[in-house]
């Protein structure tokens, strides 16, 4: 029995890996523990096997913050990350896993530009919000010993019942909109089912290292639109008549791919591609127990 201690109380990532492990692995305890107040660092990690870390800033709109709000996600992302991990290797905790994110790698090419991360890209965060995950990571690899073992998770959007960020505004307008523009990209994405296999293969396999777990297949973001509406047995017309306005807003007909302000930043956070090359997410066991339309229709289910 792999004792784990998920520090990070209410997240999604961490409340949707209790209930995973609950569900179905009975080779796994796991114990929540709460780091908004200071009675954390009271806690005695010796007796876990492993430590799940999913405290943190999620991703906001970057520009729209002040500097002290900026400060807040190095105290958050960064320190605090790297104060738990201190901790741990000194009570003697044998395994940390933290969360990281395919954005330190920056942001997603524009609308009709393509962007594959292979595993000769660089880092290259775009914004303080992956600057601060990324610098938790290099002070988290300073730590890592034969005895105290760092698994880095550098996962791309992930979603599931519940879950924040862009997928549900895309399942508000699946559920909505009569049409909706039918734009051939790539994603790479992360049912929440399919990260609660990774992270408990992680475990049992006591793993380190830096990892990128995403489901096998890319996922169009009009497809996955689609299959949304269709979990709601609604029928979605999708179209491109808009596409040439989605285009020059976007940013495809120049080099660099950049958007025209917001509501390009917008366009290609939905329609731009982004993924990682699907060598890198290669493990020896496989985790990706959920295909894409499976996972809409869980996530959707009533």
């Known amino acids: 029995m792999k004792r784990v201690l998920i520090t990070g109380a209410g997240s999604y990532i961490g409340t949707s890996f209790e209930n995973w492990v609950k ?3 009975d080779s796994i305890a ?6 908004r107040e200071d009675s954390w660092r009271e806690k005695d990690f010796g007796g876990f096997d492993a430590i799940f870390h999913v405290a943190g800033i999620a991703h906001a709109d970057v520009g729209k913050v002040t500097e002290a709000q900026k400060a807040l996600y190095y105290q958050i992302n960064t320190e605090l990350t790297l104060e738990c991990a201190r901790k741990a290797k000194r009570d003697g905790a044998g395994q940390f896993i933290f969360m990281s994110s395919i954005i330190v790698y920056g942001e997603s090419a524009g609308i009709g530009h393509s962007r594959v991360i292979t ?15 990324l610098k938790a990571e290099m002070g988290l690899q300073e730590l890592a010993s034969e005895k105290f073992k760092v698994v880095i998770l550098r996962p791309p959007m992930i979603y599931g019942r519940g879950s924040k960020g862009n997928y549900p505004l895309l ?6 909109l009569p049409f909706f523009p039918d734009v051939e990209n790539q994603r790479s994405m992360l049912y ?23 489901n096998k297949e890319y996922v169009c973001t009009s497809e996955m639109v689609r299959l949304i509406a269709e979990s709601h047995k609604k029928r979605i017309r999708l179209t491109r008549s808009a ?15 950049v958007g025209c302000g917001k ?3 917008l366009i290609n956070k939905a329609f731009g591609n982004f993924v990682y090359d699907a060598q890198m997410s290669f493990y020896q066991e496989n985790y990706c127990i959920y295909g894409l339309a499976e996972s809409i229709r869980l996530t959707e289910q009533v």
């Open 23 to 25: 569900q179905y692995m």
């Open 30 to 35: 796991v114990e929540t523990l709460d780091m």
């Open 119 to 133: 595993a000769d890209t660089p880092t290259a965060p775009a914004n303080f919000y992956g600057d601060s995950k």
């Open 171 to 176: 399942a508000k307008m699946a559920r909505k």
């Open 192 to 214: 929440i089912g399919n990260l609660c296999r990774f992270v408990a293969l992680m475990i049992e396999n006591e793993e380190s290292g830096t990892f990128f777990p995403q």
């Open 243 to 257: 596409n040439l306005i989605l285009g020059v807003l976007g940013g495809k007909y120049t080099k660099r791919g």
């Open 263 to 265: 509501v390009g930043r």
